[in-house]
């Protein structure tokens, strides 16, 4: 804690560019996050909304500016350092990413017994509580392919969760999965953020969980950030692509050029 | 055309220098995770390594030695054809033993655990790497040399050199099963011959060929893994271009090695 300015945000991105070759995919983001929020990253396909996740979380490496975790920069971090953080943030990745190897248990004991010192004893009891948690409480020894997708997605969740950590990352949190399944995702990193007064970054294109989990959204587009704020702000912008966006209204000229086919195929 | 010819040279070279150079990162990382780090006290996964063992070692004698025990028959009456023009058939005896001890051996163990082992490493990390496995160890904070690359990496150089020397006896026996079974040459006759053929410095040279073959086979797999961008398909490329490399490269180590025990005779 330095003061009481820089306490109030965890996460303070500043210019930010991020190149793959020459193409340019994040192009000058700057945003923070406020210690306890739902902070969403909206964005359509390949606007780099997943880019931008994969950066904050130091798995690539930025062509310019500055990320601050807790006040330090992830980008000019040194390794030792850089463990340090990761033991405080945790990642749910869009395909849930459990080792297959390994059954749900161990998927959520293995940080633990990595980063601490506790006996065996101790950690089985603390991965029972992770998994109790997300309601995988019967699952311990389950291999990941003998769960459906929204277990594994929880299970990815309890394996975040396994060193407590102050800010937790979702990539995708809901693709893939049906509705109801969904809604109990966006309930559970509702309750995690209220339980444990817990930062979250969410990724995500699904409107209806935007409406449920966002404190703030920012809404990428082509790599910029289009608008940024709570859903009210949100809901007063003007901007087109926002517009569009919100109202699930598709792109004109695609519209044209295959209703025209569907037209003279009606024709017929 | 020229152009474009020389500018496809320059960037053959330009491509063979980069993944040179990965390739030597990979070797670093590789030995400061096996020596460096437990020493600084990281610890090593002496478990995951003894697994790998197993897999690459134990679980290849069968087919090893099958094949070894068919190569070894089929020198035995190889040889055996062109020595009976001399009447000199228990000189097979030489032919078989230097030939497995300095070349078959080490050679056949290692192309036959590169179609079992390498191409398993090479798909179980290119898996890995496709489904963010390897990401979300990097998240945790943890190395993917350490926990992957290391474990393989004890396993293999140990495996394939205790492969080669079950697969030099087995390859000699094969050469008896001819003399004795087929030829009718007495058993300690052909004992001795063997016995008087053999100096150590053909098994030294063989053992040290197979611990070569290990690393190769190992680092090829790995860094074939490592490459897999995507999707299903390029676990499916990088696993046929991990065999054909590493095939490729234990010919080359092979004869190196071979030219430096022959002029250091």
Same mark, same amino acid.
């Given at each position: 804690? #330095?003061?009481?300015?820089?306490?109030?945000?965890?996460?303070?991105?500043?210019?930010?560019? $991020?190149?793959?070759?020459?193409?340019?995919?994040?192009?000058?983001?700057?945003?923070?996050?406020?210690?306890?929020?739902?902070?969403?990253?909206?964005?359509?396909?390949?606007?780099?909304?997943?880019?931008? %996740?994969?950066?904050?979380?130091?798995?690539?490496?930025?062509?310019?500016?500055?990320?601050?975790?807790?006040?330090?920069?992830?980008?000019?971090?040194?390794?030792?350092?850089?463990?340090? %953080?990761?033991?405080?943030?945790?990642?749910?990745?869009?395909?849930?990413?459990?080792?297959?190897?390994?059954?749900?248990?161990?998927?959520?004991?293995?940080?633990?017994?990595?980063?601490?010192?506790?006996?065996?004893?101790?950690?089985?009891?603390?991965?029972?509580?992770?998994?109790?948690?997300?309601?995988?409480?019967?699952?311990?020894?389950? /291999?990941?392919?003998?769960?459906?997708?929204?277990?594994?997605?929880? =299970?990815?969740?309890?394996?975040?969760?396994?060193?407590?950590?102050?800010?937790? !990352? /979702?990539?995708?949190?809901?693709?893939?999965?049906?509705?109801?399944?969904?809604?109990?995702?966006?309930?559970?990193?509702?309750?995690?953020?209220?339980?444990?007064?817990?930062?979250?970054?969410?990724?995500?294109?699904?409107?209806?969980?935007?409406?449920?989990?966002?404190? *703030?959204?920012?809404?990428?587009?082509?790599?910029?950030?289009?608008?940024?704020?709570?859903?009210?702000? #949100?809901?007063?912008?003007?901007?087109?692509?926002? *517009?569009?966006?919100?109202?699930?209204?598709?792109?004109?000229?695609?519209?044209?050029?295959?209703?025209?086919?569907?037209?003279?195929?009606?024709?017929? | 055309?020229?152009?474009?010819?020389?500018?496809?040279?320059?960037?053959?070279?330009?491509?063979?220098?980069?993944?040179?150079?990965?390739?030597? $990162?990979?070797?670093?990382?590789?030995?400061?995770?096996?020596?460096?780090?437990?020493?600084?006290?990281?610890?090593?996964?002496?478990?995951?390594?003894?697994?790998?063992?197993?897999?690459?070692?134990?679980?290849?004698?069968?087919?090893?030695?099958?094949?070894?025990?068919?190569?070894?028959?089929?020198?035995? #009456?190889?040889? @055996?054809?062109?020595?009976?023009?001399?009447?000199?058939?228990?000189?097979?005896?030489?032919?078989?033993?230097?030939?497995?001890?300095?070349?078959?051996?080490?050679?056949?163990? @290692?192309?036959?655990?590169?179609?079992?082992?390498?191409?398993?490493?090479? =798909?179980?990390?290119?898996?890995?790497?496709?489904?963010?496995?390897?990401?979300?160890?990097?998240?945790?904070?943890?190395?993917?040399?350490?926990?992957?690359?290391?474990?393989?990496?004890?396993?293999?150089?140990?495996? $394939?050199?205790?492969?080669?020397?079950?697969?030099?006896?087995?390859?000699?026996?094969?050469?008896?099963?001819?003399?004795?079974?087929?030829?009718?040459?007495? !058993?300690?006759?052909?004992?001795?011959?063997?016995?008087?053929?053999?100096?150590?410095?053909?098994?030294?040279?063989?053992?040290?060929?197979?611990?070569?073959?290990?690393?190769?086979?190992?680092?090829?797999?790995?860094? *074939?893994?490592?490459?897999?961008?995507?999707?299903?398909?390029?676990?499916?490329?990088?696993?046929?271009?991990?065999?054909?490399?590493?095939?490729?490269?234990?010919?080359?180590?092979?004869?190196?090695?071979?030219?430096?025990?022959?002029?250091?005779?």
């Amino acid at each position: 804690m #330095m003061n009481n300015n820089n306490s109030e945000y965890v996460i303070e991105v500043e210019n930010l560019i $991020v190149q793959y070759g020459t193409r340019r995919v994040l192009d000058n983001i700057s945003f923070k996050v406020k210690k306890g929020e739902i902070f969403v990253i909206l964005g359509g396909s390949g606007c780099g909304k997943s880019t931008l %996740l994969r950066t904050l979380v130091g798995l690539i490496r930025p062509h310019s500016g500055k990320i601050l975790m807790f006040g330090k920069d992830v980008t000019t971090i040194r390794v030792q350092e850089q463990i340090k %953080l990761l033991k405080r943030i945790g990642m749910c990745f869009q395909n849930s990413a459990l080792f297959n190897s390994m059954t749900v248990g161990e998927n959520v004991a293995l940080p633990l017994k990595e980063h601490t010192h506790l006996a065996d004893s101790t950690i089985d009891i603390m991965t029972q509580i992770k998994l109790d948690l997300v309601g995988l409480g019967g699952c311990s020894n389950l /291999y990941p392919s003998q769960l459906s997708g929204g277990m594994k997605k929880r =299970a990815g969740i309890a394996r975040a969760m396994a060193l407590d950590p102050e800010i937790i !990352f /979702y990539d995708e949190p809901s693709s893939g999965l049906d509705p109801i399944v969904a809604a109990g995702l966006d309930h559970l990193i509702r309750k995690m953020q209220n339980t444990f007064n817990l930062t979250s970054v969410v990724v995500t294109h699904d409107l209806e969980s935007v409406q449920i989990i966002a404190d *703030r959204v920012c809404l990428l587009h082509a790599g910029k950030i289009v608008a940024i704020g709570d859903l009210k702000e #949100m809901e007063l912008n003007s901007n087109s692509y926002l *517009r569009q966006f919100f109202t699930r209204t598709p792109n004109p000229e695609e519209n044209q050029s295959t209703s025209a086919i569907l037209d003279s195929l009606e024709d017929m | 055309m020229i152009v474009s010819f020389l500018g496809k040279i320059g960037q053959i070279f330009l491509n063979g220098v980069h993944s040179a150079l990965v390739v030597c $990162v990979l070797i670093m990382d590789t030995l400061n995770w096996l020596f460096l780090q437990p020493l600084l006290g990281r610890g090593l996964r002496w478990r995951s390594a003894i697994e790998h063992f197993v897999e690459y070692g134990f679980r290849s004698i069968p087919i090893v030695g099958l094949i070894s025990l068919l190569v070894g028959i089929i020198m035995g #009456m190889q040889s @055996a054809y062109t020595l009976q023009q001399w009447g000199a058939t228990i000189f097979m005896a030489n032919l078989v033993g230097i030939s497995a001890l300095r070349e078959l051996a080490p050679l056949m163990s @290692a192309i036959l655990i590169t179609g079992r082992s390498g191409s398993a490493i090479t =798909a179980e990390i290119g898996t890995m790497k496709v489904s963010e496995e390897v990401d979300a160890l990097m998240v945790m904070g943890l190395n993917p040399v350490k926990f992957l690359v290391v474990p393989k990496f004890i396993g293999m150089v140990i495996a $394939v050199p205790c492969v080669t020397v079950l697969s030099m006896a087995i390859m000699i026996a094969g050469g008896f099963i001819v003399a004795v079974g087929i030829l009718g040459i007495d !058993f300690w006759a052909y004992f001795d011959q063997t016995a008087n053929a053999l100096v150590s410095k053909d098994l030294f040279s063989g053992i040290v060929k197979s611990i070569f073959f290990g690393l190769t086979i190992c680092w090829v797999g790995i860094y *074939r893994g490592f490459q897999v961008e995507g999707s299903a398909e390029s676990v499916g490329k990088m696993t046929t271009s991990s065999v054909v490399t590493s095939i490729f490269t234990i010919i080359v180590v092979d004869l190196i090695w071979t030219a430096l025990f022959y002029f250091t005779e």
